[in-house]
């Protein structure tokens, strides 16, 4: 499974990236708002900075909500680097981008899943990511698990090669939850991927160890 970080903040991206573990890094526009990062020029230069960072998958969300203006803005995004993959929403017009996208071989991350139908018509006009966002459907007491079960089985009897990127992660267990129903990738902020670091017993069984150790050594 993919692990790539939700945020637009350089310095928890370099940390991610030194775990050793990052794929990749999903953006949008209230996460750039969130770092202060406003303006045209400044958003692309962000994104150039993200690029820097990371080997590969730096979703970038267009602003746009119709067709034309969907594609003007993806294909500005995808000349940026290689290394971008252009967020459509899920909406009409943008599945009709998503379409036009995939056939000139620019990878895109449909977003705002909610439902399989909506990850099936994605999957059927060629989306390289499709990212159903669990917590938000937990916040309104909806299992978000269920739904990622669902895409994969979807996915699964028809061959899609579209893959599930679980959004909206709230902690350590909804990432391990996904790896155990077999969510391609998931994308979570940095403390619910160093979360996964965490256990008392590993605490305590360090603290042991290095207390032998001194005795041992005499200190």
Do not use: W
């Not at 996460?31 to 150039?48: F, P, Q, R, S, W």
């Not at 590969?56 to 969300?61: G, I, L, R, Y």
């Not at 155990?180 to 360090?206: C, F, Q």
């Amino acid at each position: 499974m993919k692990f790539f970080i939700d945020t637009a903040n350089l310095d928890q991206i370099k940390e991610a990236q030194d775990l050793g573990v990052l794929d990749g890094v999903t953006t949008n526009p209230s996460l750039m708002a969130k770092e202060g990062i406003t303006g045209d020029e400044n958003v692309i230069n962000h994104y150039k900075a993200i690029c820097d960072i990371v080997d590969d998958n730096v979703s970038a969300e267009v602003i746009a909500t119709d067709y034309e203006g969907i594609v003007k803005e993806g294909e500005a995004l995808a000349a940026l680097n290689p290394k971008i993959v252009v967020k459509v929403p899920m909406i009409k017009e943008g599945l009709k981008a998503i379409k036009y996208f995939s056939s000139k071989g620019i990878r895109t991350n449909c977003t705002l899943i909610f439902s399989p139908a909506q990850a099936l018509l994605a999957a059927k006009a060629g989306a390289t990511y499709v990212s159903p966002f669990l917590g938000r459907l937990d916040d309104i007491s909806t299992d978000g698990l269920t739904l990622i079960e669902d895409i994969r089985l979807i996915f699964d009897n028809y061959g899609y090669e579209t893959q599930i990127l679980a959004a909206s992660i709230r902690g350590p267990l909804h990432i391990v939850s996904c790896a155990k129903i077999g969510a391609d990738v998931i994308t979570a902020p940095l403390s619910a991927i160093t979360g996964l670091l965490k256990h008392p017993l590993t605490d305590s069984g360090l603290a042991t160890f290095l207390a032998d150790h001194a005795k041992a050594a005499g200190k």
